[in-house]
């Protein structure tokens, strides 16, 4: 059932011009962008081609070990969402609960700011009722998705929204559990929606008598109106689906499964117009608490990259004209949790592992499937006086204009060098020591912009989005 929302409780609200920004403090002004650098928008998450990287240039090619200077940083409430950005117009989704962060009420918020000066031009929320159920924050996972006029969330409790960008006025709702069934898996519902040539394409993950719920479907990007189902007795993972071109042809790949007993899931190979399965592909550890949800990579245009890191691990998938794969080769110990690897130059470089002291960096030869080397990433740093043993753990990796950046789970940046033969660090900066830091940084006109997701271990600040000056010469 497609809402349209005429509630004044959901109607985005404009600041007073006169009104204080009570969260958002600012620390100066960017440098100039560079002439003749290159931007690019990032209004996905993953970046505009979905695939961690950026062609942002003339980036700063050296910055002090407490780390490149802050323009400005807003206090958020709980999420892992990362910022999108794009024509001018930050978003930013988190989770207000208003007694300081352990309730199970609250409202989901997605504002929108000027991404330069941080300064709020509209702000929307709807209440929520959810409490994670593992202990993490009960805020959404799922970055917004720009698409021109329009932007989309999906917040924890699997609210999909269609809001106006100049306004913030909704355009319409779909509610996945009570329109579909799904049911909210270990962490919520986690995945971004990604929109292609007017549709919306979602991984729903809803539930079936007949255990064939709605795994996933397209909604009219305008109206919220259903065009298309495909039904599947996996669920909802947390792994965001994308729209790439395989052997010429585009197709969406969804790395499905959600919370069932027995576990399944794995990659349903879509065509994005229909709705039409052109293959699927089990990929799920046999455990009942495991997930699927780090991206597939698209390698080559006619392989796929999945991992997990439960049981199976890495695979790589080789495509034929019909669109149907097999198997080349699988690699147990090259898993990644939940960030999406790159591929460079015939090698997959990814953070694999489950939990923080069993996860290595690992170079792996995407022609045979080898690991050729591994790395902790553990070093030693003196934070506030104290020296302490840190390490890039499940990081994530951003590409920039050929450049490879990581930021590790506890808060350090880092810009690394790598090949076939080791990685090594050019520039490492510790910015806060606080864990849980798991959204991919995103890089536009320039500037940094980095996500804090829970309490500095040493100096107390609180969850928050801050904006960096990267803007090189």
């Known amino acids: 059932m497609v809402r349209i929302a ?6 985005a ?19 100039a962008l560079p002439e003749g650098a290159v931007t690019e928008d990032w209004p996905r998450y993953l970046g505009a081609a979905h695939d961690a990287t950026s062609r942002e240039s003339k980036l700063l090619k050296s910055w002090p070990a407490s780390g490149p200077k802050i323009i400005w940083e807003l206090a958020r409430g709980q999420s892992y969402a990362a910022p999108t950005i794009a024509a001018g117009r930050l978003f930013s989704f988190d989770r207000a609960v208003a007694d300081g962060g352990i309730g199970a009420e609250g409202n989901e918020r997605l504002e929108c700011r000027d991404p330069e000066t941080g300064k709020l031009i509209w702000d929307f929320k709807y209440p929520v009722k959810y409490r994670d159920r593992f202990g993490y924050a009960s805020g959404p996972r799922a970055a917004p998705v720009i698409d021109g006029d329009l932007v989309f969330i999906a917040g924890v409790t699997g609210q999909l929204r269609a809001l106006e960008v100049k306004s913030g006025k909704q355009l319409w709702h779909r509610d996945l559990l009570e ?26 993950g809803g539930g079936g008598e007949d255990g064939k719920g709605v795994c996933v479907a397209a909604f009219d990007r305008k109206s919220g109106e259903e065009k298309w189902r495909y039904l599947d007795s996996w669920g909802a993972s947390y792994s965001s689906p994308v729209v790439r071109t395989i052997l010429g042809r585009q197709v969406l790949l969804v790395l499905a499964g959600g919370e069932s007993r027995p576990a399944t899931g794995g990659l349903l190979v879509i065509d994005p117009g229909s709705g039409k399965l052109h293959f699927r592909f089990p990929w799920r550890a046999d455990s009942f608490e495991s997930v699927n949800a780090s991206v597939p990579i698209v390698i080559g245009g006619k392989y796929v990259f999945l991992s997990e890191c439960y049981e199976k691990g890495g695979v790589l998938l080789e495509f034929d004209e019909t669109l149907k794969a097999k198997p080349l ?19 997959i470089y990814g953070f694999a592992g489950r939990n923080k002291p069993d996860v290595q960096f690992k ?14 990433m553990r070093y030693e740093a003196e934070v506030n006086g104290r020296k302490m043993t840190l390490s890039f753990f499940r ?72 904006c960096y000056d990267f803007r090189g010469s």
């Not at 404009?14 to 960017?30: N, T």
């Not at 170079?363 to 902790?376: E, M, Y």
């Not at 912009?449 to 100096?459: L, P």
């Open 179 to 204: 329109d579909y069934g799904h049911r909210l898996g270990f962490f919520g519902y986690g995945p971004s929606p990604v929109v292609w040539k007017g549709l919306v394409l979602v991984n729903v």
């Open 395 to 466: 990081g994530s990796l951003l590409q920039a204009s050929g450049r490879v950046f990581a930021l590790g789970e506890d808060g350090v940046f880092a810009e690394l060098e790598l090949d076939p033969t080791g990685v090594k660090i050019l520039h490492r900066s510790q910015l806060f020591v606080a864990e849980q830091s798991w959204a991919l940084p995103v890089i536009h006109r320039g500037l940094l912009y980095i996500g804090q997701h829970s309490r500095g271990f040493t100096d107390g600040t609180q969850p928050r989005l801050i």
């Open 329 to 347: 080769w699988k690699e147990r110990m090259f898993g990644m949790h939940w960030m999406t690897p790159v591929e460079r130059n015939g090698h």
């Open 13 to 31: 609200t404009l600041p007073a011009q006169a009104e204080e920004d009570v969260r958002l403090k600012v620390h100066g002004k960017p440098k």
């Open 6 to 11: 005429l509630v004044s409780a959901l109607v």
């Open 363 to 376: 170079c792996l030869r995407v022609a045979d499937g080898k690991i050729l080397w591994q790395d902790d």
